[in-house]
């Protein structure tokens, strides 16, 4: 019976519009790759970048001390070559390497630039924490710098490769606030709920792009952005994670992009009723995602064990996630007396994300409660859910570096609740201590055995719904002919796209 009445909800939301096939137009700028994003970013500054929609963007205009290449493997960028001992980095950038303002990159820009998150008050960057265990940064001439730590960090050098970590030009800042960055692509023009467009940068020090520049359109609905990309007027379309629509092999190519990335609903930890861990529990329990995923995603994700998705940093976790027992789940909210309790579940404003929820939301009633689904903007989620100001959201975390500390110490450790990452409000002392102790050990295996019991507390105890791992698929257009995906977005610099010489 159950079951009947999942399929007849499964069949009231699920309706993906079969798109229009009409004439192919050219591109506005033809030796310019037409993509596109959901929403204008936040802010192009690396001061207040914590979203992959800021550093898709970033990653293209700026460089960083360190970068991730295509196998998802830690490479220099702008250090010619560094020593690293787990308590100081030392480092000689590469010579000559130039600003977009044709200025050249020192050492001075390097320390300005992480200085300013790290000794960030009023405002007070999101990415501070960082730099918690920084005890000195000191420019040795003009191309050397040090860094020391208060602390030996053994994956410091990996989070250097965030977009908060992005080295601006000094002079620019100091001179009118502007941020200039030193990467293949500049900023060319920004039009608000539109459009960003980036011009290719001659000078870059590595491999100058083909490509004259890259568009970046503001799209908000994936039905757009997909009919978009089948008239030509788009060279890369972002697959939905629910689409049931194929593509024409002779006109596309689909290739599957490896992720770091885990799905979730935060709970607040820090409202009742959901300060109580067996309510925490009960939710998990009461949510078939393996139903889910079968009708939704036709089994193309994988059931979220724990926290930290297969191959981040060559780490396995040796735990598993809640099961489906929707009675024990009904049993313990009715003992609890939170029977027809209304909660809210905020979601960001996107149809493929609705309709996930709506299943989530199907599953939480048959549990005995009332739940009422809140869409928002970005920005307005994000602003809610930072304050604390929320039941449950559904979030989506990519890893910002291939190690699985990027799992666990943004998402859990307690000074990092709302803007640093903490978006369930969890609080741990004895998650906290462990976190900093992996933080110490240098050796992968051993790091990984104390990862493993932060793991097991963390399932124990339950601040998420925790839901499955997922790839990402993607399908270029014929005038694309070279495009090596990566595993992290802020290792993909775009410099390596290659498109078809146009037809005389």
């Known amino acids: 019976m159950r079951r009947a009445l999942f399929h007849k909800a499964l069949t009231l939301i699920l309706?993906?519009?079969?798109?229009?096939?009409?004439?192919?137009?050219?591109?506005?700028?033809?030796?310019?790759?037409?993509?596109?994003?959901?929403?204008?970013?936040?802010?192009?500054?690396?001061?207040?970048?914590?979203?992959?929609?800021?550093?898709?963007?970033?990653?293209?205009?700026?460089?960083?001390?360190?970068?991730?290449?295509?196998?998802?493997?830690?490479?220099?960028?702008?250090?010619?070559?560094?020593?690293?001992?787990?308590?100081?980095?030392?480092?000689?950038?590469?010579?000559?390497?130039?600003?977009?303002?044709?200025?050249?990159?020192?050492?001075?820009?390097?320390?300005?630039?992480?200085?300013?998150?790290?000794?960030?008050?009023?405002?007070?960057?999101?990415?501070?924490?960082?730099?918690?265990?920084?005890?000195?940064?000191?420019?040795?001439?003009?191309?050397?710098?040090?860094?020391?730590?208060?602390?030996?960090?053994?994956?410091?050098?990996?989070?250097?490769?965030?977009?908060?970590?992005?080295?601006?030009?000094?002079?620019?800042?100091?001179?009118?606030?502007?941020?200039?960055?030193?990467?293949?692509?500049?900023?060319?023009?920004?039009?608000?709920?539109?459009?960003?467009?980036?011009?290719?940068?001659?000078?870059?020090?590595?491999?100058?792009?083909?490509?004259?520049?890259?568009?970046?359109?503001?799209?908000?609905?994936?039905?757009?952005?997909?009919?978009?990309?089948?008239?030509?007027?788009l060279d890369y379309f972002d697959i939905p994670y629910i689409a049931n629509v194929g593509f024409d092999k002779t006109r596309f190519r689909v290739i599957e992009v490896p992720e770091l990335s885990v799905h979730y609903v935060a709970l607040n930890t820090g409202r009742y009723p959901f300060t109580d861990i067996s309510f925490r529990r009960a939710l998990n329990m009461a949510v078939d995602k393996k139903t889910i995923m079968q009708c939704l995603f036709k089994n193309r994700f994988r059931e979220a064990e724990g926290v930290v998705p297969p191959g981040a940093g060559g780490y396995r976790g040796a735990v598993r996630t809640y099961g489906y027992e929707p009675g024990k789940a009904r049993d313990i909210i009715a003992r609890m007396g939170l029977r027809g309790t209304m909660i809210r579940l905020l979601i960001k404003s996107d149809n493929q994300v609705s309709l996930i929820t709506q299943l989530i939301q199907y599953y939480l009633v048959q549990a005995g409660l009332r739940v009422e689904i809140v869409p928002l903007e970005w920005s307005a989620l994000k602003s809610r859910t930072f304050r604390g100001d929320f039941d449950m959201a559904y979030f989506t975390w990519i890893a910002d570096y291939p190690e699985p500390e990027n799992f666990f110490y943004p998402l859990f450790y307690s000074r990092n609740a709302g803007p640093g990452g903490n978006r369930s409000f969890y609080r741990s002392a004895e998650v906290d201590g462990l976190m900093e102790t992996a933080r110490r050990v240098i050796n992968p295996e051993k790091r990984f055995d104390i990862y493993r019991r932060i793991e097991g507390i963390i399932l124990n105890e339950a601040p998420w719904i925790f839901l499955w791992y997922a790839d990402k698929r993607i399908a270029l257009g014929s005038r694309v002919q070279d495009y090596t995906p990566y595993p992290i977005f802020s290792g993909f610099k775009g410099n390596t796209i290659t498109l078809r010489k146009e037809q005389p």
Request: aromatic share 12%.
């Open 15 to 233: 309706c993906i519009a079969v798109p229009c096939f009409g004439r192919c137009t050219a591109p506005e700028n033809p030796r310019y790759f037409q993509t596109y994003m959901q929403s204008d970013p936040g802010n192009l500054d690396p001061f207040y970048s914590t979203d992959v929609i800021s550093g898709r963007v970033l990653t293209k205009i700026c460089s960083g001390l360190f970068t991730i290449d295509s196998g998802g493997v830690l490479v220099p960028d702008l250090v010619q070559d560094y020593s690293f001992d787990g308590r100081v980095l030392r480092g000689s950038l590469k010579e000559g390497v130039r600003f977009h303002d044709d200025s050249e990159v020192t050492a001075d820009d390097v320390v300005f630039s992480l200085t300013r998150i790290w000794k960030s008050e009023n405002p007070t960057s999101p990415r501070k924490w960082v730099f918690s265990n920084v005890r000195e940064m000191k420019s040795h001439g003009r191309y050397r710098f040090s860094i020391e730590l208060e602390k030996p960090h053994a994956a410091f050098c990996s989070m250097l490769t965030m977009p908060c970590c992005y080295i601006i030009s000094k002079s620019a800042f100091t001179r009118d606030g502007a941020i200039t960055g030193s990467g293949p692509f500049s900023l060319q023009e920004w039009r608000q709920d539109e459009k960003i467009v980036l011009r290719r940068n001659e000078r870059y020090y590595g491999t100058v792009a083909s490509l004259e520049g890259m568009v970046f359109r503001i799209i908000p609905e994936d039905l757009t952005a997909r009919f978009e990309f089948l008239n030509g007027t």
